[in-house]
């Protein structure tokens, strides 16, 4: 009697794994589709694999911009950690219209201004002055032309339709450099939201 109680605690038990088994097997989640241009749910960074944690649509006015994306190994909500984070990270730009990376440029100053102390920037000047120049390198850009920004370790990486446009070392203008989308004066509330998780704006 007590063999055929184990018995059956085993075949329950292996019933069990192989159920969860099943569970992570399922297929993954499918792409997102903002305003025509698709978001994978995976990329893959100096071979690591990251996770799509949130995407939305940034407008200024009526113009619609870009497409966002942020990857990250872990999916997070918590946009302080996230804005702190060491880990690898990538966030996506997708243009919606012609822009030249002057004008991209400028819109990421006034949004380290507005989420940075002057103090803050003053500090960081060298560091700032070297990804404005290098950024402004980049030219025109058409609608479904790319800005890749890659962090990593306190570094800060960019490419512009596929060309990379440098890099910077510096972890206090990582993590400012997020707060652009990410801080408590983002460039559009809704797409904080959205690039956090909390919101879909998939069409």
């Not at 944690?53 to 619609?64: C, D, P, S, T």
């Not at 440029?105 to 120049?133: P, Q, R, V, W, Y």
Request: charged share 20%; aromatic share 6%.
């Amino acid at each position: 009697m007590k063999k055929c109680l184990i018995s059956q605690a085993r075949v329950a038990l292996a019933g069990g794994l192989l159920a969860l088994a099943g569970l992570c097997a399922a297929p993954a989640v499918q792409a997102l589709t903002i305003s025509n241009v698709e978001v994978p749910t995976q990329e893959t960074v100096a071979g690591q694999s990251l996770v799509l944690n949130g995407a939305g649509m940034r407008q200024r006015f009526v113009f619609h911009v870009y497409v966002a994306a942020l990857y990250r190994p872990q999916a997070s909500q918590d946009a302080t950690a996230i804005v702190n984070s060491a880990d690898t990270q990538l966030l996506r730009l997708t243009l919606l219209r012609d822009i030249n990376s002057k004008a991209l440029t400028d819109a990421l100053n006034d949004g380290l201004k507005a989420n940075n102390s002057e103090a803050d920037l003053a500090a960081m000047k060298d560091t700032i002055n070297h990804f404005e120049a290098f950024m402004k390198t980049g030219g025109e850009g058409a609608s479904g032309d790319r800005v890749d920004i890659y962090f990593q370790q306190g570094k800060v990486s960019v490419s512009f339709k596929g060309k990379a446009l440098g890099e910077v070392s510096d972890p206090r203008f990582s993590a400012a450099l997020l707060k652009v989308w990410l801080g408590d004066v983002p460039a559009q509330e809704s797409l904080k939201q959205a690039l956090l998780g909390k919101t879909s704006t998939a069409n």
